[in-house]
């Protein structure tokens, strides 16, 4: 008995026959409170068994933990709010995505391929038996090949990839001379009735992007 509510001990593999919604909305404060909040820190402080907080937090809750997803940076309250802001301004101008200027925007920038497709690390998962180590496999060192390249596309699809010259820097004199040319010609070719007229570059605030030179 442990206050208004039974919880019948069990093996750990099963699952308790009763919770109350109070001891719900406890771990479901904690959850918010620390995401990362440890199995043994709720049977610590809520006092119930493995079992019962496995059943809370998947079936009752409803929650997973995945992986954590690689972002570039992260963005603060009023960086967030100016990208909707723009969003909203943006599907206002080309009336929610419905109008042909659209397809002007071109959208540039720089990326690194790598010789191999390293693999992901749910792929790298293997079934073991009882009492077998984890599988390994290399970490990927900074000695394997890669080649950066420049990426152009619209909503109609890619429209030209520049490679970078290896040992080479990405500044405004290679953005205009050898980079933008070939987009420009890209273009042309795709669109030899207009060219580039009405034509957005859009890419990052990179300092090859933003310098005089390119403006």
């Known amino acids: 008995m442990c206050g208004n ?13 009763a919770v109350t919604e109070g001891i719900v909305e406890s771990i479901e ?5 620390d995401p990362n909040v440890t199995y043994e820190r709720i049977q610590h402080e ?29 963005l603060n309250p009023e960086q967030k709010q100016n990208r909707v802001k723009w969003c909203h301004e943006m599907l206002k101008k080309f009336n929610n995505g419905n109008s042909r200027d659209v397809s002007k925007i071109i959208t540039g920038d720089e990326t690194w391929i790598y010789h191999y497709d390293p693999e992901t690390k749910q792929k790298s998962r293997r079934r073991c038996e009882n009492g077998e180590g984890p599988p390994t496999k290399g970490r990927r060192t900074q000695y394997i090949k890669k ?6 596309f619209n909503t109609t699809g890619m429209k030209t990839v520049v490679p970078f010259e290896p040992g080479k820097t990405i500044n405004s004199t290679w953005f205009t001379e050898k980079c933008l040319p070939l987009v420009i010609e890209a273009m042309n070719l795709q669109c030899p009735g207009t060219g580039l007229r009405g034509t957005f570059l859009r890419h990052d ?11």
């Open 5 to 17: 509510f039974i919880l019948k001990t069990n093996p750990p593999w099963t699952t308790p026959y």
């Open 147 to 152: 080649q950066m390249y420049a990426n152009f």
């Open 205 to 215: 605030n990179a300092s090859s992007h933003t310098s005089k030179m390119t403006r």
């Open 46 to 74: 809520i006092g119930i068994s493995f079992g019962a907080v496995h059943t809370i937090l998947h079936q009752s809750l409803q929650l997973r933990k995945p992986c954590s997803r690689w972002i570039p940076h992260k």
């Open 29 to 33: 404060d904690m959850v918010i409170a």
